[in-house]
């Protein structure tokens, strides 16, 4: 039998596109393009294009926008250029050096740390930067089929020690809020679990994705809300980013900020003092500073033990105590991050 709409009816309207998925969908992906829309040569980087191959580019206008025109070394551009230095096979320089794939408990949940476990939601992200630890890493293989994550749900009920989930990725919120918030939801029913921690760059690189529902679903439930961003540079807490950062604190959510110190881009003490004192201003507070991750194709951003030292010695002298990072590293099979002891008796 066939039923028919009475006259009149109309099937409902799709739901409209949020406007961060559409900032993300208009992102630039060819890097000729991006450095001919900020007046560069593209045959003035030596190898662009074979490094695009390996990890492809992605940048968001509005990020884009940040970036200061005419200057091929802008802090900016820098993160997010593909560059011939990538195809450089380094010593030392692997594929997986925080040893992800040794930690996986579940198709994507990675357990290393006592009390905490991390969660891999998704391989997107808003921008490729070109210093990517998981750059290499195999979602396809590690990751649970779209929103199955009952296997990983399991381990985490089945061990009473974890208070803490981490969702990371690629970047978590780049899933949509439907599927964000009903993880979340699944996450609060879990008794012994308290807290929530989300490491993102989008409300940095991609201001649009702080919106109403983003900013619902994060105002709700019993677990504590807590966002990890991901700001290597000042200029990356400009407008419109500084807005939706106020929102986000105004909402509730601890702030936090992790940097890597990357050469070229933000290994001097007067760039690490005011991407603290900018940050703070806008609510958020100094987490980790990163020693690079020895990631394959990466080794032109490293930054020595003894600068980084030097450099942690300068922002201790120059700032409170509560606006220096913790400056650390990750070894695998360690029980937690590593700090470098700021003022060794010998270099």
């Known amino acids: ?46 190898g662009m294009q074979e490094a695009d191959r390996l990890f492809r580019t992605r940048v968001p206008e509005s990020y884009l926008a940040r970036m200061q025109p005419g200057d091929p070394r802008d802090p900016l551009l820098l993160q997010a250029l593909p560059r011939g230095e990538e195809t450089h096979e380094q010593p030392g320089f692997v594929s997986d050096p925080v040893g992800d794939h040794d930690a996986l408990a579940a198709p994507g949940l990675v357990h290393k740390y006592h009390g905490r476990v991390l969660l891999l939601t998704t391989g997107a992200c808003a921008i490729h930067c070109r210093y990517c630890f998981r750059r290499e890493f195999d979602y396809a293989d590690h990751s649970p089929a779209r929103d199955d994550w009952d296997a990983a749900l399991a381990y985490i009920a089945g061990h009473q020690e974890i208070r803490e989930v981490i969702l990371s990725g690629g970047d978590p919120l780049a899933l949509g809020d439907h599927r964000l918030a009903r993880l ?5 029913d879990i008794p012994h679990l308290q807290r929530l921690r989300i490491h993102t760059r989008l409300p940095v690189i991609l201001p649009e994705r702080v919106d109403a529902a983003l900013l619902g679903w994060l105002g709700q439930g019993r677990l504590q809300h807590i966002m990890v961003l991901h700001a290597n540079h000042p200029r990356e807490f400009a407008a419109p980013a500084d807005q939706a950062l106020r929102r986000l604190a105004a909402a509730g959510v601890t702030l936090l900020n992790q940097a890597v110190l990357l050469a070229g881009i933000n290994d001097d003490a007067d760039t690490l003092a005011e991407l603290q004192e900018t940050g703070f201003h806008l609510g958020v507070l100094p987490y980790y500073l990163h020693q690079l991750d020895r990631t394959r194709g990466t080794a032109h951003f490293e930054v020595s033990a003894h600068r980084a030292r030097a450099l942690y010695r300068e922002l201790h002298a120059r700032l ?15 029980p937690g991050k590593t700090l470098l002891a700021p003022f060794p008796a010998r270099e």
């Open 1 to 46: 039998m066939i039923t028919r709409e009475p006259r009149g009816t109309q099937p409902p309207a799709p739901r409209p596109t949020p406007a961060w998925q559409q900032a993300l969908a208009s992102a630039i992906r060819d890097p000729e393009i991006l450095l001919r829309r900020l007046g560069l040569a593209p045959d003035a980087v030596p």
């Open 184 to 188: 979340a939801e699944r996450l609060a």
């Open 320 to 334: 409170p105590g509560y606006l220096v990072p913790r400056l650390a590293r990750e070894i695998p099979g360690e």
